[in-house]
């Protein structure tokens, strides 16, 4: 039991924070329009 939550339950968790994160941050950022740019 203690080799498979090392071995895969861990790595995936690691994985699938940064994911997640990017996620959340993709979802925060205010949508502009296509045309527009960062620098307006």
């Known amino acids: 039991m203690q080799r498979l939550w090392i071995h895969h ?3 995936a968790a690691f994985c699938a924070v940064p ?6 941050l993709f ?9 527009t740019t960062w620098n307006g």
């Open 19 to 24: 994911v997640l994160a990017a996620a959340l």
């Open 9 to 11: 339950v861990l790595p």
């Open 27 to 35: 979802a925060a950022i205010p949508r502009t329009p296509a045309g």
